[in-house]
């Protein structure tokens, strides 16, 4: 089992419309989960961070997480063509100190 | 505002070389991660370094791989006699004291090797 798992997508969805970004991880201890935004050719550029149960909102993103099933989602609203990328996943392993493990990252392409 | 630099940017080089990598983090930042990205796939971790030490190399090679992260200077990843499979996107990321987890990313350093 991969430490941290995405769809690889692509995820297509229309202008205006929800995307739905999902991520599950194995190591139950993990305390911290991160959303990062990648273009191609591009450098990881972090949008979100969360760290415990519930919701948490930014603008037009909510990452949602949920430990006891061991997932984490990002929701992004009224999605624009400059939201095609792809979304990595990271989340902290429960190492003793920081050391994120990424996801392949899910690719979303947004349709004008 | 001088985020993480890394260069060169891109490198060519030829089977049997070596390629250094430098990175310098944010100021104040005294951590340094190394990633490194295969064409299509994600990020994998490669080193955890603090100033004169490695933390955690779990993620290197065994062979051809080193890093350093002296009291002065940049950050070094070191690869001798690449091969083809090198070639990759390598990127070097900080944090600071503050343990929040989050990782800022330099552009990065596409390896090409021929």
């Known amino acids: 089992q991969k430490e941290v798992e995405q769809n690889s997508g692509p995820l297509s969805v229309p202008e205006g419309a929800i995307a739905s970004l999902n991520c599950t991880y194995s190591d139950r201890g993990s305390q911290s989960f991160f959303w990062y935004r990648q273009y191609s050719g591009k450098s990881p550029e972090l949008i979100m961070s969360i760290y415990s149960n519930g919701d948490k909102e930014d603008g037009r993103f909510t990452a949602q997480l949920n430990k006891a099933s061991q997932y984490v989602s990002l929701l992004i609203r009224d999605s624009q063509p400059s939201d095609s990328a792809t979304y990595l996943c990271?989340?902290?392993?429960?190492?003793?100190?920081?050391?994120?493990?990424f996801g392949t990252g899910t690719r979303l392409l947004v349709s004008p | 505002n001088a985020g993480v630099m890394q260069n060169p940017r891109h490198l060519v080089r030829r089977r049997g070389q070596e390629a250094r990598l430098r990175c310098s983090p944010m100021k104040g930042h005294s951590h340094v991660y190394w990633y490194r990205q295969l064409p299509e796939e994600g990020l994998k971790f490669m080193v955890y370094?603090?100033?004169?030490?490695?933390?955690?190399e779990s993620g290197m090679p065994k062979e051809r791989f080193s890093a350093e992260f002296p009291k002065e200077g940049p950050s070094i990843l070191r690869i001798q006699q690449v091969v083809r499979g090198d070639s990759a996107a390598y990127f070097c990321?900080?944090?600071?004291?503050?343990?929040?987890?989050?990782?800022?990313f330099g552009e990065g350093s596409r390896l090409t090797v021929l």
């Open positions: 370094l603090q100033k004169e030490n490695i933390i955690d």
């Open positions: 990271a989340v902290n392993m429960n190492t003793g100190f920081q050391k994120l493990v």
């Open positions: 990321a900080s944090i600071g004291t503050v343990n929040t987890g989050e990782l800022f």
